[in-house]
């Protein structure tokens, strides 16, 4: 039974990370698809959350023109998308269902 459990866990995890994928990928990266970690265009050295809404916000504040907004709207956007197809990869469960947790067994005279 306790297989069973960490199997669909195990599922629903890798289910949750594929929700991040996004076939386009990044505006001007479509070789990086992940939304919610990977490198910023304006730092190739480190990772940033949310790239794709990062770079476009940074962009649009720093731009005068107001159609990059438009960007900043699109990226917010997938940005939601992808974080509510992750969220629905854990379902709620009933009240009645015990939660699940992991036990580390230990000697009793620690």
């Known amino acids: 039974r306790m297989h069973m459990e960490l199997r669909r866990y195990n599922d629903q995890?890798?289910?949750m990370e594929r929700s991040f994928l996004y076939n386009h990928g990044l505006p001007?990266?479509?070789?990086?698809?992940?939304?919610?970690?990977a490198p910023s265009v304006l730092?190739?050295?480190s990772g940033s959350v949310f790239p794709g809404?990062?770079?476009a916000v940074v962009m649009a504040k720093d731009s005068n023109d107001p159609a990059h907004w438009n960007e900043v709207k699109k990226q917010l956007t997938i940005a939601t998308w992808v974080t509510r197809a992750a969220a629905r990869a854990f379902p709620q469960k009933s009240s009645r269902t015990k939660p699940l947790i992991f036990y580390y067994n230990r000697p009793e005279n620690t």
């Open 13 to 15: 995890m890798l289910q």
């Open 28 to 37: 001007g990266r479509p070789q990086n698809r992940h939304m919610l970690f």
């Open 43 to 45: 730092d190739s050295y």
């Open 53 to 55: 809404l990062f770079d």
